[in-house]
Structure formats: structure tokens, C-alpha cells
């Protein structure tokens, strides 16, 4: 079911924080902000912005799905020459300068600065205390999910957990190293689970729950690979018996069945000429397309299959013909330029259409706690076999082998995850936390490109580099 909660609180987040520079995330009207939190109305329009925040370019919207995607051996955008942002980061030579990752660091920032405004604002409203401390709740799942983002895309982060009031304090925040970073993601979830409730009904379908608290910090446990702790926070997820597997995977890629029981995170579009539809179908087709497949709008050539993709599958997979179409039909003419089915839908107008984004869904719950069991075990268990038959059993696929050693069941659920998860950017940090990046995606590129270890992370931007050169220096590496 379509929700669009968070609707109206867009205009607000434009009014509370400054999108220029992190260093520049004080509000524009300091009284406009002191008096705007006076009662549980104000507070949830408040929170609503920052869900708004996820649809983001930098965020949700477009460019992370990229940098999560497009870098990994999965999907590829179409090299439009020169030294455009899409083709530097598919093909691993980013500068400095590089737009898209301005765009990460300025839109995620932006959306962290205003969940600091308001944890440090709610506190002293007079309203219900349970719903006060959801909303809390809901702000630290946010800015977890946020700091996780970031961590994984630049590695050591300057860590903002309070709200910036001048730009001179702005250079206070230095970056700090991932451990820390990570250590506060998991205070923030571990606090935020408790306050938060199971689901939501009506116009709150879409925000974040227990679950959606538990799943991440498993994924955050795995990252960091504390395997035990994952496994025990992802078997919670599981017995909890909130999600299930949609017995159709085809299912999943409606926009009429969003927000499902597969659905644990999804961050939440709704077209209508509102500004707040998504262009992923428009985003993600060929583009030589033009408005062939999108008719409304045109074609980007962002996250297009790779062959190495479309050969992963195995015979009889049922998800390669639900995910993968292998190119259209021009004047009579079939143009072979393959592109991912997941996110279709009729735009209202261009980029503006009802696909949400699943951020976390229960397959992907379900494969982690196997590779959690796998690391924990040093080899699969009954449970990590019956994890990731369930979702080989909904591709038609036979179950596993058994007796597979520790690295042929790794291997294997790599490949799972591939295939189940492809296009919605898993890939490349699936490959960067296993310590496969380097392998796998020099064996992609067959010596034509060769990566090194420095680009497991991006490039800080220049631009954060130059106004806080003593606290803000360059992933080594990198040059302007």
C-alpha cells in the first residue's frame, strides 16, 4: 500500500538546515527553529522532513544507488565519455572533484543535521511520552542508517551528533575513525529499537520499526564482523515472525504491493507532480532508449545490467526474466541493450513515478543470517542451509549441496545475494565487507582496468578538503 507520510514535512527541512557545505549545517532562521517545536504536530513534521531527506539525489534518489551498485560488477552506467561523474565512478577513476560525491556528503549531511535539530529540540515538548520517545526512536534509526551510508562510502567520517550552530563550530568536527563511527550507529539503533513499535497502520505504514532497527544493526554487526552478535540480532528478526518471503518475486517489483511483508525499510515515493516521485525506471534505462521503454520522460543509463550478471544466473532461475529485460524494440528493430524490470512504472511525469526503494527486505535478513552462521560456525548449519533454500526455493531453484566447506558456502551465498538482490545496492559493499572487491572486480574488468585497495572508499570532496584542510584530509590515494 502506497503511504506518503512524510509528504509535508519537505518544505520544513528546507527551513531548518543548509545543504552548501557540512561545515555550513546551521539553520537559515535560528528563531524560526527555536519556535517551530511546540506541540506533538510540530514534532512529527519535523521527523516527516527527515524521512523526506532520504529521497535525496545524494541519498535514496539516485546517486548512492550508484555508488552502492554501478562500482560493483553487477551493473554499469553507459559511458557518455570525458570525465563525467557516472563514467569516473563505473570505471574507477575519480577525482576529488567528482559531483556525485559533493552530492553523497552534502545530501546525507543535510539529512543528519536536521535529525540533530530535532532530537535536540523534542526533549522539552509537552506531548505523549510513548509517542514522543518513538519519535526519538525513528530520528536515531535515521541517522544510523545515514552514518552507515557514509562510513561504508568514505570510510573515516566527521561524526555530528549535535546540532551546528555557527560555521565556526562546523570546525570542530574533524574525522574520526570508522571504529567510532560504527560505535555510535549501534548506540543510536540499540536505543532506538526498544521505542520503537512492530508496525505501524494507515498513514504511518513506512516508518521505521523494530525490525527495521534489528536488521540493520545485523547488518551493521556483519560489517564489522562481529558475526555473533549479528547472528543473535538477525535470529531475533526471524523468530519475531513479522516477515515472510512474498511466495512471487515477481510481486515485490508492484508498486501496488509495497510496503509488503517482505518489506522491512523502504524509503517511500509517491508521483503526482509533488516533487516527491522517483525517476529510478527513467534512471535505470539505456540510454539510447530516449523515451522509447520510459514514454514519459527519457532514459539515463544508470545501474544497467552487466554480462556478468545476466550470466550469474543459473538455468531456471525465475528471477533473471523478473529483474532483466534483455533490451527493446526501435522502429521494429530489437536493440539489444538489456535493463532492469525491478522498478516499473507509468510516470505521472518525467521522474516522477511509485516505486519506492527497498532499503532492507526480508531475503536479504535471511541471507545475512546464514553468512552470520557460516563466520560464527566456521562452516554452514542446518539453519544457514534452510536460510538460503527459502530463497532459492522461490527462484525455482533446487536446494543446496550439502557438506559445502566454509569458503563454498561463502561463495555461494555471495552468488545468492547477487542475483536475489541485484540493482538495489547491495553488490559493491557485499564485496568490500567479504574482502572480495579486489578479486572479483579486477576479474570483471580482465586487466582493462586495474583496481587497488585505496579505491575500496571514495574520495572526500575537494571542497570539504579545502575548508577544513587540518581536520578534513584526503582519502589517500586520490587527487584533484
Same mark, same amino acid.
Given at each position: 500500500?502506497?503511504?506518503?507520510?512524510?509528504?509535508?514535512? %519537505?518544505?520544513?527541512?528546507?527551513? %531548518?538546515?543548509?545543504?552548501?557545505?557540512?561545515?555550513?549545517?546551521?539553520?537559515?532562521?535560528?528563531?524560526?527553529?527555536?519556535?517551530?517545536?511546540?506541540?506533538? &504536530?510540530?514534532?512529527?513534521?519535523?521527523?516527516?522532513?527527515?524521512?523526506?531527506?532520504?529521497?535525496?539525489?545524494?541519498?535514496?534518489?539516485?546517486?548512492?544507488?550508484?555508488?552502492?551498485?554501478?562500482?560493483?560488477?553487477?551493473?554499469?552506467?553507459?559511458?557518455?565519455?570525458?570525465?563525467?561523474?557516472?563514467? #569516473?565512478?563505473?570505471?574507477?577513476?575519480?577525482?576529488?572533484?567528482?559531483?556525485?560525491?559533493?552530492?553523497?556528503?552534502?545530501?546525507?549531511?543535510?539529512?543528519?543535521?536536521?535529525?540533530?535539530?530535532?532530537?535536540?529540540?523534542?526533549?522539552?515538548?509537552?506531548?505523549?511520552?510513548?509517542?514522543?520517545?518513538?519519535? +526519538?526512536?525513528?530520528?536515531?534509526?535515521?541517522?544510523?542508517?545515514?552514518?552507515?551510508?557514509?562510513?561504508?562510502?568514505?570510510?573515516?567520517?566527521?561524526?555530528?551528533?549535535?546540532?551546528?550552530?555557527?560555521?565556526?563550530?562546523?570546525?570542530?568536527?574533524? !574525522? @574520526?575513525?570508522?571504529?567510532?563511527?560504527?560505535?555510535? %550507529?549501534?548506540?543510536?539503533?540499540?536505543?532506538?529499537?526498544?521505542?520503537?513499535?512492530?508496525?505501524?497502520?494507515? #498513514?504511518? +505504514?513506512?516508518?521505521?520499526?523494530?525490525?527495521?532497527?534489528?536488521?540493520?544493526?545485523?547488518?551493521?554487526?556483519?560489517?564489522?564482523?562481529?558475526?555473533?552478535?549479528?547472528?543473535?540480532?538477525?535470529?531475533?528478526?526471524?523468530?519475531?515472525?513479522?516477515?515472510?518471503?512474498?511466495?512471487?518475486?515477481?510481486? /515485490?517489483?508492484?508498486?501496488?504491493? #509495497?510496503?509488503? @511483508?517482505?518489506? *522491512?525499510?523502504?524509503?517511500?515515493?509517491?508521483?503526482?507532480?509533488?516533487?516527491?516521485?522517483?525517476?529510478?525506471?527513467?534512471?535505470?534505462?539505456?540510454?539510447?532508449?530516449?523515451? *522509447?521503454?520510459?514514454?514519459?520522460?527519457?532514459?539515463?543509463?544508470?545501474?544497467?545490467?552487466?554480462?556478468?550478471?545476466?550470466?550469474?544466473?543459473?538455468? $531456471?532461475?525465475?528471477?533473471?526474466?523478473?529483474?532483466?529485460?534483455?533490451?527493446?524494440?526501435?522502429?521494429?528493430?530489437?536493440? &539489444?541493450?538489456?535493463?532492469?524490470?525491478?522498478? !516499473?512504472?507509468?510516470?505521472?511525469?518525467?521522474?516522477?513515478?511509485?516505486?519506492?526503494?527497498?532499503?532492507?527486505?526480508?531475503?536479504? @535478513?535471511?541471507?545475512?543470517?546464514? #553468512?552470520?552462521?557460516?563466520? @560464527?560456525?566456521?562452516?554452514?548449519?542446518?539453519?544457514?542451509?534452510?536460510? +538460503?533454500?527459502?530463497?532459492?526455493?522461490?527462484?525455482?531453484?533446487?536446494?543446496?549441496?550439502?557438506?559445502?566447506?566454509?569458503?563454498?558456502?561463502?561463495?555461494? /551465498?555471495? =552468488?545468492?545475494?547477487?542475483?536475489?538482490?541485484?540493482?538495489?545496492?547491495?553488490?559493491?559493499?557485499?564485496?568490500?565487507?567479504? $574482502?572480495?572487491?579486489?578479486?572479483?572486480?579486477?576479474?570483471?574488468?580482465?586487466?582493462? *582496468?586495474?583496481?587497488?585497495?585505496?579505491?575500496?572508499?571514495?574520495?572526500?570532496?575537494?571542497?570539504?578538503?579545502?575548508?577544513?584542510?587540518?581536520?578534513?584530509?584526503?582519502?589517500?590515494?586520490? =587527487?584533484?
Amino acid at each position: 500500500m502506497k503511504k506518503y507520510f512524510y509528504i509535508v514535512g %519537505i518544505p520544513m527541512l528546507m527551513l %531548518i538546515s543548509c545543504k552548501k557545505s557540512f561545515l555550513e549545517l546551521a539553520p537559515l532562521d535560528s528563531a524560526n527553529v527555536q519556535n517551530f517545536y511546540n506541540n506533538a &504536530n510540530d514534532v512529527r513534521v519535523a521527523v516527516n522532513a527527515v524521512y523526506g531527506s532520504l529521497q535525496t539525489p545524494g541519498q535514496y534518489g539516485d546517486v548512492y544507488v550508484q555508488v552502492a551498485e554501478v562500482r560493483s560488477d553487477n551493473t554499469m552506467n553507459d559511458d557518455f565519455g570525458g570525465n563525467l561523474a557516472a563514467a #569516473e565512478l563505473d570505471q574507477f577513476r575519480m577525482t576529488t572533484s567528482n559531483g556525485f560525491m559533493s552530492s553523497v556528503w552534502n545530501d546525507t549531511y543535510s539529512g543528519i543535521a536536521s535529525c540533530n535539530i530535532a532530537l535536540a529540540r523534542i526533549p522539552d515538548v509537552t506531548m505523549d511520552e510513548t509517542l514522543k520517545n518513538r519519535y +526519538i526512536g525513528e530520528l536515531k534509526f535515521l541517522r544510523a542508517l545515514m552514518y552507515f551510508n557514509l562510513v561504508r562510502t568514505f570510510g573515516d567520517v566527521p561524526l555530528v551528533l549535535n546540532e551546528v550552530k555557527s560555521v565556526q563550530e562546523g570546525y570542530e568536527h574533524n !574525522r @574520526v575513525k570508522k571504529e567510532d563511527a560504527y560505535a555510535q %550507529i549501534i548506540t543510536d539503533l540499540s536505543e532506538a529499537e526498544p521505542n520503537l513499535p512492530d508496525s505501524y497502520a494507515d #498513514e504511518d +505504514i513506512g516508518r521505521a520499526t523494530k525490525g527495521a532497527a534489528k536488521s540493520l544493526l545485523g547488518k551493521v554487526y556483519l560489517t564489522i564482523k562481529n558475526y555473533s552478535a549479528a547472528a543473535i540480532k538477525l535470529k531475533e528478526v526471524i523468530d519475531g515472525g513479522k516477515y515472510q518471503l512474498l511466495p512471487d518475486y515477481a510481486s /515485490l517489483w508492484l508498486t501496488s504491493n #509495497e510496503n509488503s @511483508v517482505e518489506s *522491512i525499510f523502504e524509503v517511500q515515493y509517491k508521483k503526482g507532480g509533488t516533487s516527491t516521485g522517483s525517476g529510478f525506471y527513467s534512471l535505470f534505462l539505456p540510454y539510447n532508449s530516449g523515451s *522509447i521503454i520510459a514514454e514519459i520522460g527519457f532514459a539515463n543509463g544508470r545501474n544497467l545490467p552487466t554480462q556478468d550478471l545476466i550470466d550469474a544466473y543459473e538455468p $531456471g532461475d525465475l528471477r533473471k526474466d523478473i529483474s532483466i529485460s534483455p533490451g527493446y524494440v526501435d522502429n521494429g528493430n530489437f536493440v &539489444n541493450e538489456p535493463y532492469t524490470l525491478k522498478f !516499473r512504472d507509468q510516470a505521472f511525469e518525467p521522474f516522477d513515478a511509485d516505486n519506492n526503494w527497498p532499503v532492507l527486505r526480508y531475503a536479504d @535478513v535471511l541471507l545475512m543470517y546464514a #553468512e552470520a552462521l557460516n563466520d @560464527v560456525n566456521n562452516g554452514p548449519t542446518t539453519d544457514a542451509y534452510e536460510m +538460503i533454500d527459502a530463497v532459492r526455493h522461490r527462484a525455482g531453484l533446487n536446494p543446496l549441496a550439502t557438506g559445502l566447506s566454509y569458503n563454498a558456502f561463502a561463495l555461494a /551465498l555471495e =552468488h545468492e545475494r547477487q542475483v536475489e538482490l541485484a540493482f538495489e545496492g547491495h553488490r559493491w559493499f557485499d564485496l568490500v565487507r567479504t $574482502g572480495r572487491a579486489l578479486d572479483v572486480i579486477n576479474a570483471h574488468f580482465n586487466g582493462s *582496468i586495474v583496481v587497488q585497495d585505496y579505491q575500496l572508499v571514495y574520495p572526500i570532496p575537494q571542497s570539504e578538503v579545502e575548508l577544513n584542510p587540518d581536520g578534513v584530509k584526503q582519502n589517500p590515494g586520490y =587527487h584533484f
